[in-house]
């Protein structure tokens, strides 16, 4: 089995970047406190692997849930808002403005309605991750070219069969590029709840362990919830080239 040098590359540049941390750590005497070595990270991560474990579990079903939400919900306001172009103008300021309110600011509210646990967790990944997922939706079915409209409308298509057939379809690209930003974003919304106020998480578990003065758990908590979210991207990154592959030889025919 052929291993394309395009493979090997994100592996090697990973391991020489903690190659360089841990000689810098060394090199100029770096106490833990402020920054572990990744010989310590990878220690704390063998000698807590239980609770990162069963942490890592809640973080990432808080995650899921949330983004599942926002999917749902993006999907259903993009069409909505991709439909008329009259609605597009109406409603977009309307979810600038309130994509532009800080989440943070935000969650203590959620805990006050919900108590402290998964459901705030839960809403935030769910507010910090569909609004890039409505945008591009909507972005797609928005700009599909007027005179591609009219050539349909002038052989008899109705509304709903652009929409059906041209419309939703060509909105593949934007929505998996918006669903592999979405998911990175819905976990910085479960982690930052789960700082705040909860019994349970990633988050939870950072915060004990700062106030415990464990700097290397604080990081093995970073890591597993940097893995987690790779690992989801790479999920979105291979449904992306399986479903819309046609935009990818598009894009390099068009290229060559």
Known sequence: MKIAAEDITPVAFTVALFVLWEAACLLFRIDSFILPAPSQIFAAMVQYWGPLLRNSFVTLWTTAAGFLLAVAFGIGLG???????????????VMIGFNSIPKVAVVP??????????????????LISFFPIVVNVATGLAT?????????????????????????????????????????????????????GANAGLGHLMVQAGSNFQMPLVFAG??????????MYAVFAVMEKRMVSWAFRSSMSAAG
């Open 144 to 196: 599909t070219e007027p005179e591609l409209e009219d050539v349909l409308r002038a052989l008899g298509a109705s509304k709903l069969d652009i929409m059906r057939k041209v419309g939703i379809p060509r909105t593949g690209p934007y929505l998996f590029g918006a669903l592999k930003v979405a998911i990175t974003l819905a976990f910085v919304g479960a982690v930052v709840s789960e700082t705040i």
């Open 79 to 93: 069409v909505v808002v991709g439909w008329s172009r009259a609605i597009y103008r109406g409603l977009y300021p």
């Open 222 to 231: 970073l890591m597993a919830l940097a893995i987690e979210g790779i690992l």
């Open 109 to 126: 509210i959620l805990i006050m309605w919900f108590g402290i646990g998964e459901i705030p967790a839960i809403l935030t990944a769910f």
